[in-house]
Each structure stands twice: as C-alpha cells, then as structure tokens.
C-alpha cells in the first residue's frame, strides 16, 4: 500500500471511532435545559423603567466594539416575544429554562435599599408562571453580565460596596420569586467577567486593568456570591426549598505533549482557569498554585503586596461549600505548554501557560475560539470529579456556533458527540453529572461578535422587525433526544 493510501485510511478510520456515538441512555433522573441571558436576547433596553447596563452604554458610546457595530437594543425582543419563546421550549421537550434577570430591570439604580421598578418584577413573574403553565422548570441566573451602569460609575466590581448591593439584588430575588424559583445560579462565568471585563477589553466594561483589575472584582464576586449563598440558606431554604450555585467557564486543557512541563502547564491552566473560582467555593481559598506564584511575582514586580487579594480566615469559611451543586460551562479544548512571553503584570504571566490548538480539530466559522472536541468534555468531567470528590455536576451551557442556515450538521454532530462522551462519563466513569442544558435556545447577541456568531437551535431573522424563529434541524434532533433518552 502506498504511503499516502495508508494516511488516508487511518484518518477515515481515525474520523470513524472518533464520531462513533454512545448507546447509553441518560439516566432516569437526568434533567435537560436550555439557555439564554437577558441582555442577549429581550432587547427593550429603555423600557418601562429599565436603565443602562454596563453594555448598553459602552455599546451606545463606542458601536465599534462590536464587529457588526450590534448591540442588545432589540436583540430578539423577548422582552415582548416571551411567550412565543415559551412554546418553542415547551416544544423541544426540556425539562428547565435557564434565563437570566437583568438588574436594571429591577433596581433601576442599582443600589441596595433604592426603589423597585414594579414593571420589570412583573415581566419576570409572566416568565415564570408562563413557563411553569407549561411544565418547564424555570433556573434564574442573577447575574449574566449586565451590571447597571450606575454601580460601574462607583467602580462596579472593584469597589467592595458591590457586594452590599449585589446581596442585596439577589435577596430582593429570592423575596420576589423563590416561592417558585427552585434554581438560583449566582453568576455565570466569573472569569469572564473579571479578568476579560476588567482586566482586558473583550467584554463590558473594558477596563484594561491588567494583572490587578481582574483578581479584585473575581475577590469581591466570590464574596458576594458566598454571601449570597448563606443568605439563602439561613432565610429561605428551610421554607422555599431551592438550590443555589454558581457557573464557571472551563476549558478543558490537554497537555500539548509528553513532557513533564506540558503536563505540569495543563494542570496549572485548570486551577488559574477554573479553579480560581471553584476551589474557594469547593476546598476554601484559592488554589495554592495561584497562591504561590502570585505572591512570588508581585514581589519581584515591585508591588507592595501579592496582586491576589487575601480572603479573611471568617470569608475562606464563609465560602467554601457555598454550592448545591456546581455549574460547568463547556464548550472546547485547548492544548497547554509553558510559556514566560507575556506582559507582565498579567493573569497570563502568573499562570505561565501557553494556550494553542490542534490545526485537525473541526473549527468553528464564526467563534475563532471554539473547535469541536468531544472527548475535552469527559476528561474535564473526570477532573472535576477527582479534584472536588464527585460533586453533583449540571451542564450549564454547551453549544456550537454557526452562521445563518437551517441545516446546521455541525451543530448536530457537535452536540451528538458532546453527548455521547457525557454518558461515557456517567457510565464509565461515574462522574456525578445531574444534566445538560443547550446554548441556545435562539441566535442572540453574541457580545463582541454581535449578530454573526450564530447558538441557536431557533434561528432568528434579525432583519425582520419581527425577529422570526424558525428551528433548526439541531431543535429536531435535540428534542429527539430528549424524547427517547438517547442519542439516535
Ligand atoms: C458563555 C456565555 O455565558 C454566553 O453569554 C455566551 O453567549 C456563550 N458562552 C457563547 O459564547
């Protein structure tokens, strides 16, 4: 056989085990979800009483941020299509909706203690009992980004009296609706909202604050969330009866090679990644790692002290185990090496990690970071359940992104394989993962790459004032899923 025959065969074969789909069913007890954020998709951003976040005005002064010049100003109108997007859940068959609340629609200012806007309250009570009409579980996510440009003026997450309002916020939620929220996520993707909000310039509001910004809003979040958490448990839980967690964003990291190093570069990348907000929230503090090497190279940089904020003996106990069970936002895998070329000071710098990719791994169109790698997903899920003892995991976000088009294989192939290696990690592995939820239900406001990435298993026309959803084939093909407990 010719060399290049032989190539040729084993990378049909390579391709075959690789997208060879489980035939496990999903357990009885598995739930499925499906996901979205408000700023993303209820538009109205002047609406009855609702004020500026952080997006809308940094968007309405600097357009160009985004690479379509878009913003959430109409989005996909949810605020008025809720109930067309409630059939289109209750059609697909899920179990949950996950959906987030903006804050300025319900403290127009902000702060602790100001004055409740009565028409974002209702908005929000329709969703929920419209949802609950038709069976769908409804899971609240507090806070998905959109921090009211008010509390920004003040320092937004880098001044510690967020957290007085923010606890605040979340306790006016747990009073307005646990009687029938069941699921309380406290934020979603903590990295992202501190170290690229505040430390880059990838999402709102685009401080730049390297090395320094990013730690001190991710430390006043961990409070707030713990406090958040604790509230609920000594003055809700007995009688609501709810759960309260918080999402973080991973990656899975693989070694880029065999060496030592590389091996050494992927573990330090899942602890200055995820285990940043995990580890405080599951073990108490920080990982040691970021400990250590923060400390270290503050001091070497000339800082007076480590550019890690330090937690208080009482706050490292408030927090740790502040969960009832832990978020997980997944999407791909990058490969780690080490690395010293960066700018100091920098989250980059501290952690010392490469990050690349594999040129065979099939590559999103339309978001440059997401390639398709299934097996990421159980490794990741392997590691959470030796680092933290197995806690009980919920999916939630997982998706693809595409461009326009009703026919999106890809999409069904990722979230087929996707879900395959997710019950190889239940039934092989016995990773306590309780369920999945899709991002997302719709094509929405794809922050920086506003309107051209595409998550949706409902398209959106975005040119049509009416913002028409038509589903995809992946809403088919998910909703089978659902249906038959399998992957078909
Ligand atoms: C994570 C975020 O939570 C969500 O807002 C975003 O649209 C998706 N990932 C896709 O990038």
């Known amino acids: 056989m010719k060399f290049c025959e032989s190539v040729f065969i084993i990378s049909v074969f390579i391709q075959l085990v690789s997208t060879e789909l489980s035939s496990y069913n999903f357990p009885e007890n598995f739930v499925f979800g499906v996901a979205t954020a408000a700023y993303q998709i209820e538009g109205a951003f002047n609406e009855d009483g609702k004020t500026d976040s952080i997006w809308d005005y940094n968007l309405h002064k600097k357009p160009d941020w985004v690479i379509d010049q878009g913003n959430g100003d109409v989005a996909c109108d949810s605020y008025h299509k809720w109930e067309e997007d409630i059939q289109l859940i209750a059609n697909l068959g899920v ?21 409740i806007n ?3 309250v209702i908005y929000y009570n329709k969703l929920i ?12 996510t507090i806070y998905h980004w959109d921090l009211p440009q008010n509390l920004q003026r003040n320092g937004g997450w880098m001044n510690e009296t967020i957290v007085d309002n923010y606890v605040f916020y979340a306790r006016t939620l747990f009073e307005l609706y646990g009687d029938r929220v069941k699921h309380w996520i406290t934020f979603n993707e903590p990295f992202q909202i501190c170290e690229s909000g505040y430390s880059e310039t990838d999402l709102a509001p685009f401080l730049n604050d390297s090395g320094v910004g990013g730690y001190i809003c991710a430390h006043n979040l961990l409070i707030s969330h713990g406090r958040a958490y604790r509230e609920y448990e000594r003055t809700f839980k007995q009688n609501q009866g709810g759960k309260v967690a918080i999402t973080a964003h991973s990656f899975w990291f693989e070694p880029q090679g065999e060496s030592d190093s590389d091996r050494a570069a992927a573990e330090r990348a899942m602890q200055f990644w995820y285990g940043w907000f995990m580890h405080p929230v599951i073990k108490g503090n920080y990982p040691p790692i970021m400990i250590e090497r923060i400390d270290e190279i503050s001091q070497k940089e000339g800082f007076q002290k480590s550019r ?9 106990e ?10 997980v936002n997944h999407y791909t895998t990058a490969l780690a090496s080490i690395s010293n070329n960066f700018n100091e000071p920098s989250f980059y710098f501290d952690g010392g990690v490469n990050r690349t990719e594999d040129s065979n791994w099939v590559k999103s169109s339309t978001s440059t970071w997401l390639n398709k790698v299934p097996w990421g997903l159980r490794k990741l899920l392997n590691w959470i359940k030796q680092e933290y003892n197995n806690p009980p995991v919920l999916i939630t976000e997982n998706g693809w992104s595409s461009s326009t088009g009703l026919e999106d294989s890809r999409r069904v192939s990722y979230l087929n394989e996707y879900l395959s290696e997710l019950l190889k990690a239940i039934h092989e592995d016995e990773c306590n993962v309780i369920g999945y939820t899709h991002w997302s239900l719709l094509d929405n406001f794809e922050w920086l790459k506003g309107y051209t990435a595409r998550f949706g298993l409902v398209e959106v026309d975005f040119n049509n004032p009416d913002r028409t959803r038509t589903p995809r084939k992946s809403y088919g093909v998910y909703q089978k899923i659902i249906s038959s407990r399998k992957i078909n």
């Open 95 to 115: 179990d949950f909706y996950r959906f987030s609340i903006a804050w300025t629609r319900i403290f127009p200012s902000g702060y602790a203690g100001s004055k």
């Open 118 to 120: 009565d028409a974002g």
């Open 129 to 140: 009992d419209g949802l609950l009409a038709k069976g769908i579980t409804p899971m609240v």
């Open 308 to 316: 890690l904020p330090k937690f208080t003996e009482g706050q490292i």
């Open 318 to 327: 408030m927090i740790r185990g502040s969960f009832d069970f832990i978020g």
